[in-house]
């Protein structure tokens, strides 16, 4: 599966990201698969992971959409 974003063509995007859909409270690991100007298209890489059981959930909540590995 992959998914195409509309970016703001400034902000840098690392290759390895990390999603979060905040509907579900899940995270997925993902790969830029390309970049063309604003649009990138996203192949996700992983399995979706409750945000809950990540290491240092109770610490923190998750809220960034993307973050760099």
Known sequence: MSILLDLDPAIPLPKDISLLDKKTNK???????????????IQFVGKKVDVD?????GIKRVSILATHR
Do not use: E, F, M, S
């Open 27 to 41: 995270i997925i690991d993902a790969r830029v698969a390309w970049r063309d100007g604003n649009k990138a298209g």
């Open 53 to 57: 059981r990540l290491p240092g959930a």
